[in-house]
Structure formats: C-alpha cells, structure tokens
C-alpha cells in the first residue's frame, strides 16, 4: 500500500476497490486495459453505449456501472487532485475547487445514453485548475 492510499480518507476505501475491480475485470474478461488516463475514458463510455445497445438489463449492469463509475471518479482524483467524499452511502468525488461530481451516477446517466465519464472527467478536470 503507497502512502497516498494510507492517508486517503476512508470515504475512499471503497470506491477505490470498486475501480481497481473494474479494471481487473475488463482486463480479463474484456481485454480492456485502463490505465487511470482520461484518455482511457473513451473506451470505458464506448463499452457501456454498447451494452446499451446490446439491450443488456440494467439490474444485470449495476456492478459493471459501478465499479466503471469508481474507475472514472479515481481518473478524476488523479486528474484533478480531488478526495473521495460519501454522504448516506453515495459516494462523490470533490475537487479543489470545492465541487461535487458524481461519476457513479453519471456511469448510470451513460448506460440510459444521456451521460459521457469522458466529459465528467474533462469538465472536473478543467474546472479544478481554475
């Protein structure tokens, strides 16, 4: 364990584990390596519009969503040197401009067609360094 996950909040335990689950799983299941780049980003939005269209049910989803909601937060916190917040079991990224996102939720917004962790990850990103 480095030292930057010993002094992380404990907001972050679990979210942190969620992402790091995602990326093992679509590295052996998907051959999908995510490397924590918002570059990355592309393919983890791209993987979710197909299972979308797939037609795949969202309760079947859920964990996948998650955990690539977690994996998307965790791109954030690096990107943008934000913390792991939670608040009656959801769990937020905040950045040091003192916003709030929810790439989670937004994880869930992108399977429904109507979100994109990519531009999550830019708009925080860019809105951190302002």
């Given at each position: 364990?480095?030292?930057?996950?010993?002094?992380?909040?404990?907001?972050?335990?679990?979210?942190?584990?969620?992402?790091?689950?995602?990326?093992?799983?679509?590295?052996?299941?998907?051959?999908?390596?995510?490397?924590?780049?918002?570059?990355?980003?592309?393919?983890?939005?791209?993987?979710?519009?197909?299972?979308?269209?797939?037609?795949?049910?969202?309760?079947?989803?859920?964990?996948?969503?998650?955990?690539?909601?977690?994996?998307?937060?965790?791109?954030?916190?690096?990107?943008?040197?934000?913390?792991?917040?939670?608040?009656?079991g959801?769990?937020?990224?905040?950045?040091?401009?003192?916003?709030?996102?929810?790439?989670?939720?937004?994880?869930?917004?992108?399977?429904?067609?109507?979100?994109?962790?990519r531009?999550?990850?830019?708009?925080?990103?860019g809105?951190?360094?302002?």
């Open positions: 364990m480095t030292t930057q996950q010993q002094t992380r909040p404990q907001a972050a335990a679990k979210p942190v584990r969620w992402a790091a689950d995602a990326v093992a799983t679509m590295r052996e299941g998907a051959r999908m390596r995510l490397d924590y780049s918002a570059q990355s980003l592309w393919r983890v939005d791209r993987m979710i519009d197909d299972l979308r269209r797939e037609g795949t049910p969202p309760a079947a989803v859920e964990n996948v969503l998650r955990g690539l909601g977690a994996y998307a937060g965790e791109v954030i916190v690096r990107q943008a040197g934000g913390d792991w917040w939670t608040t009656g959801d769990h937020w990224v905040r950045t040091s401009d003192g916003r709030l996102w929810d790439p989670i939720d937004e994880a869930r917004r992108c399977f429904t067609g109507h979100g994109s962790l531009l999550l990850c830019r708009d925080a990103a809105t951190a360094g302002r």
